[in-house]
C-alpha cells in the first residue's frame, strides 16, 4: 500500500479484504467448503489486527456480511469499548437510525460521561438533518439524560433547538429534570432505564515505556501487564530515541522529537499495540528533546525542551484530522526539561530549567486552548527540573526532579480549584527524568536516575494512603529519559 494516511489505508484494506473474499467466493464455487472457510477465517483474523476506532464499524458490518461470528463479536465490542471516538468517525454518521440505536442503547457502552451519548445522537442527525429529525425521538429514548449534570441540561440539552420542537423530545428532557429535582433518596420513584448507569466492560490495560537513556539513547520498549505483574518486550522503535514526549491519542502511542543519541529530533513515531508496530506521522517544526507531550481536545502538544543549542519556550499542535504540527501561542518561560499534564481543560507546564539564565524552575503555566494564552499559576514549593508530572483525580502530582546536582524524591500537588500546591508523601527514592502514568486511581512513577545510576525499579502513589510502594517487579533495564503510556492489552 502506498503512503496514505492511516484511515485511507484502513478503509483500503478493508475494501480489499472483502473484494477478496467475494471473488474467492465467486471464482471457487466448486472448491471444498473448508477450504474456503480457511480462506475466510485467515481474512478475520487478519482484519481483526485491522481494528481501529475509524474502522471498527466497517469491520464489523464485513463480519456480518461474511457470517464471521467471532470477528463481528470482537468489532462490536470494539466499537463500544472506543465509543467516544467511533462517535466522531464518518462510519458512525453512516450507520442506520436502527444501528445507532442498537449501539446507543447498549448497557456496555464505555463513554467519560453520558453527554457524549446525547453529542453522537446529535451530530449522527445533523449530519442528514433532513432525513433525520424524525427519528430525535426515537433516539432520545436510548440516552440516558437523568444522568447528565444539571449544567449540561440547561445550558446545551434545553437549549437544543431540535429538541424544543417536538413534545416527545421534550417529555424525556422533563423526565431529567424531574429526577435532578427529587431528593436522591426518592430518585428511584421514577421508573425508567434512562436512570440506569452504564456498566462497561473495562479492558485490562498495560504500561508501556518507550526508548530512553540506558545510558545511551536505546529502541527497546517494554510493556507491563499489571493483571500478570510481568514486563514483556513490544516492537522496538524504529530509530534510537530518548528525552521524547510520548502520549496516547486515537488509540495509538506517540513518540515525539527527542534525542537519538547524536542529535535532537524533529520526527514523530506511532505506535499500534494491536499490529505490535511503529510508524512515522508528519515530523515537528522545531527540533525538541526533553519536551513535554500531552493531548488536549483532539490535539496532541509538544511543549518546550531544547534543539541541542537552546532551551524552547514555543509550543506547537498537531492535529490528527490535518495531519499537521502547527504553533500556537508560546510560553512566557523557556522550559527544557518540563513536566506536562492536562486537568479540566487546560495545559500545564511545570518547572524545568530555563537555558537563559539557567535556573532550575519552580514556576508554572496554564495553557487555556480557547484563548491561546499561556499564564502563571501558584509556584511549586521548590525548584524542579526534570519532575514526573502526572495527573490523578483532577489534580497534578511533579515526583521529584532536580535543582542542579540535588535530586528529589519529594513530591508536591497542585489543586487547581484552590491554585495551590500541597507536599505529599516522599517517594522511596530520589529520581529525575523518570516517566509518569496513572492507573486505576494509583500515579505511576517509572525508572529515571538518582545522580549516579539510572533505575529499573518503579513505584506508584495511593492517594488514599498517602504511601508509596514499589512494583514487585523491575523493568529489564535501568532507564532514564523513557516515555509512559498506558494503552488497552493487545488482544
Ligand atoms: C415528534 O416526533 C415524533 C416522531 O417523529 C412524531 O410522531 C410527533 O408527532 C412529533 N411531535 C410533535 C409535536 O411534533
Ligand atoms: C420547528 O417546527 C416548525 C413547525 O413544525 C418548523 O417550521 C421549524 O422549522 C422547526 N424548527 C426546527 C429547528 O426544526
Ligand atoms: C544513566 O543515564 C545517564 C543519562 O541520564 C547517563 O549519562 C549515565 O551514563 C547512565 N548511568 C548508568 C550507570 O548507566
Ligand atoms: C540521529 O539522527 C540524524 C538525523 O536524522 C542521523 O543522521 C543520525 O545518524 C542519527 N543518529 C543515530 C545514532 O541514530
Ligand atoms: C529493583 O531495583 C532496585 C534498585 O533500583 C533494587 O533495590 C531492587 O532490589 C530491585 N528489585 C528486584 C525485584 O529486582
Given at each position: 500500500v502506498p503512503e496514505v494516511w492511516p484511515e485511507q489505508r484502513e478503509i483500503l484494506l478493508l475494501f480489499t479484504a472483502s473484494l477478496f473474499v467475494q471473488t474467492l467466493c465467486v471464482l471457487l464455487p466448486a472448491a471444498s467448503l473448508l477450504q474456503l472457510m480457511d480462506v475466510r477465517q485467515a481474512c478475520c483474523d487478519f482484519l481483526r489486527t485491522q481494528l481501529h476506532p475509524t474502522n471498527c464499524l466497517g469491520i464489523r458490518a464485513f463480519a456480518d456480511l461474511h457470517a464471521c461470528t467471532q470477528l463481528l463479536g470482537q468489532a462490536h465490542a470494539y466499537a463500544e469499548q472506543h465509543f467516544s471516538e467511533v462517535m466522531l468517525s464518518e462510519e458512525f454518521l453512516g450507520l442506520s437510525l436502527q444501528q445507532v440505536c442498537s449501539l446507543i442503547s447498549s448497557d456496555k457502552l464505555t463513554v467519560s460521561t453520558e453527554e457524549k451519548v446525547f453529542e453522537a445522537m446529535i451530530s449522527w442527525i445533523k449530519y442528514d438533518k433532513e432525513a433525520r429529525l424524525e427519528h430525535m425521538p426515537k433516539l432520545m429514548e436510548h440516552?440516558?439524560?437523568?444522568?447528565?449534570s444539571r449544567d449540561y441540561l440547561v445550558q446545551i440539552v434545553e437549549e437544543e433547538a431540535l429538541i424544543k420542537n417536538n413534545s416527545t423530545c421534550k417529555d424525556f428532557l422533563i423526565e431529567a429534570m424531574k429526577y435532578h429535582l427529587l431528593p436522591a433518596d426518592q430518585r428511584?420513584?421514577?421508573?425508567?432505564?434512562?436512570?440506569r448507569p452504564r456498566t462497561p466492560v473495562s479492558l485490562p490495560k498495560v504500561m508501556i515505556v518507550v526508548g530512553g537513556q540506558a545510558p545511551k539513547a536505546i529502541r527497546s520498549v517494554e510493556c507491563y501487564d499489571f493483571q500478570e505483574d510481568r514486563w514483556y518486550q513490544v516492537a522496538d522503535l524504529p530509530s534510537r530515541r530518548c528525552r521524547a514526549g510520548v502520549t496516547f491519542m486515537g488509540g495509538r502511542v506517540y513518540a515525539v522529537g527527542g534525542f537519538n543519541g547524536s542529535l535532537r529530533v524533529r520526527t514523530v513515531d506511532v505506535y499500534d499495540a494491536m499490529r505490535d508496530q511503529w510508524s512515522p506521522v508528519p515530523s515537528m517544526q522545531e527540533r525538541r528533546s526533553t519536551l513535554g507531550a500531552a493531548v488536549l481536545g483532539d490535539l496532541l502538544y509538544a511543549v518546550g525542551g531544547f534543539d541541542g543549542s537552546t532551551g524552547l519556550s514555543s509550543v506547537e499542535a498537531y492535529s490528527y484530522k490535518t495531519n499537521e504540527w502547527t504553533f500556537v501561542a508560546p510560553m512566557n518561560t523557556r522550559r527544557s526539561s518540563v513536566g506536562v499534564g492536562v486537568v479540566d481543560g487546560k495545559l500545564y507546564a511545570v518547572g524545568g530549567y530555563d537555558?537563559?539564565?539557567r535556573q532550575c524552575l519552580s514556576t508554572v503555566e496554564q495553557y487555556d486552548p480557547i484563548s491561546n494564552q499561556w499564564c502563571y499559576v501558584a509556584d511549586m514549593s521548590t525548584r524542579r527540573s526534570g519532575a514526573g508530572v502526572g495527573v490523578l483525580s483532577g489534580q497534578l502530582y511533579a515526583a521529584g526532579g532536580h535543582d542542579g546536582p540535588l535530586v528529589r524524591k519529594s513530591v508536591e500537588v497542585y489543586d487547581p480549584s484552590s491554585n495551590s500546591w500541597r507536599q505529599v508523601c516522599d517517594m522511596n527514592m530520589c529520581r529525575r527524568n523518570a516517566g509518569v502514568c496513572a492507573i486505576n486511581g494509583l500515579l505511576y512513577v517509572i525508572g529515571g536516575d538518582d545522580g549516579s545510576c539510572n533505575l529499573s525499579s518503579v513505584e506508584f502513589y495511593n492517594p488514599a494512603t498517602d504511601k508509596w510502594s514499589l512494583l514487585p517487579t523491575n523493568m529489564s533495564n535501568g532507564r532514564s529519559y523513557a516515555g509512559v503510556s498506558v494503552i488497552d492489552k493487545p488482544l
Open positions: 440516552v440516558r439524560l437523568p444522568l447528565l428511584h420513584l421514577i421508573k425508567t432505564d434512562r436512570t537555558g537563559a539564565s
